[in-house]
């Protein structure tokens, strides 16, 4: 079954911790995965790709395709990371298949 | 560009009431996405248009729901009746294809739907 979980609905962490968001897939072909993320009041927007390997708001994810996971993690957050984080699995033909969602709480 | 437009952004309706929401996808995007957010199944990916044509709809729930895409600028998801479980976030995205790599998909501000 091509599945994404996100362990945890809610993680809360002190601005300036390190932060690491959890995502695990399951999928028989080669996955390409997504973050997105919706901050307050605004619309649900591509964060990162991993197939572009880039650091994005300080941001980065690897691919384990051993422990098929794609985890989120910023060795130091801020308050304006608190968002909800969305993990996705391009399941083909541009259909993405969302975790239930991380919602980040940074607190000062 | 406006970005991908949904209307309306709240719709309060009564149980066994028709409810059609409405989606206008960024110019020159060529696929157009529906999706139900809610807080105990995230978000689920109910229906998928490519060039107007429905891709897969086995995300849609019931029968009561049906979508359509009369051309490129324009796409409207229907529930009827409707039931206080379709109570949700409704979005569209769009996006464009090519070179066999996934483009980012652009969401609209969302329709929060409340059935009572």
């Known amino acids: 079954a091509q599945r994404v979980t996100q362990p945890e609905k809610l993680l809360s962490v002190f601005k300036g911790a390190p932060v690491e968001l959890k995502c695990n897939y399951s999928?028989?072909?080669?996955?390409?995965l997504f973050w997105y993320v919706q901050y307050s009041r605004q619309r649900l927007q591509l964060l990162l790709r991993h197939i572009s390997r880039e650091s994005i708001k300080g941001f980065t994810a690897d691919l384990n395709k051993g422990e098929t996971s794609f985890h989120l993690k910023k060795p130091f957050a801020q308050e304006e990371d608190s968002a909800m984080y969305y993990c996705?699995?391009?399941?083909?033909?541009?259909?993405?298949?969302f975790g239930t969602g991380t919602r980040l709480l940074v607190s000062p | 560009d406006a970005g991908v437009i949904q209307s309306p952004r709240h719709e309060v309706t009564e149980m066994g009431q028709e409810v059609t929401l409405r989606c206008k996808p960024i110019?020159?995007?060529?696929?157009l996405f529906w999706y139900r957010q809610t807080m105990m199944r995230g978000l689920e990916l109910l229906i998928y248009f490519n060039n107007n044509v429905p891709i897969d709809d086995s995300g849609m729930p019931e029968d009561r729901f049906s979508a359509k895409m009369p051309n490129a600028s324009f796409s409207t998801l229907k529930i009827q009746p409707s039931e206080p479980r379709d109570s949700a976030v409704y979005f569209c995205?769009?996006?464009?294809?090519?070179?066999?790599?996934?483009?980012?998909?652009?969401f609209g501000p969302g329709t929060r739907l409340t059935v009572t």
């Open positions: 110019s020159g995007h060529d696929y």
């Open positions: 996705a699995l391009n399941t083909g033909f541009q259909k993405l298949v």
């Open positions: 995205a769009s996006s464009l294809t090519g070179g066999g790599i996934s483009y980012e998909q652009y």
């Open positions: 999928y028989s072909g080669s996955p390409e």
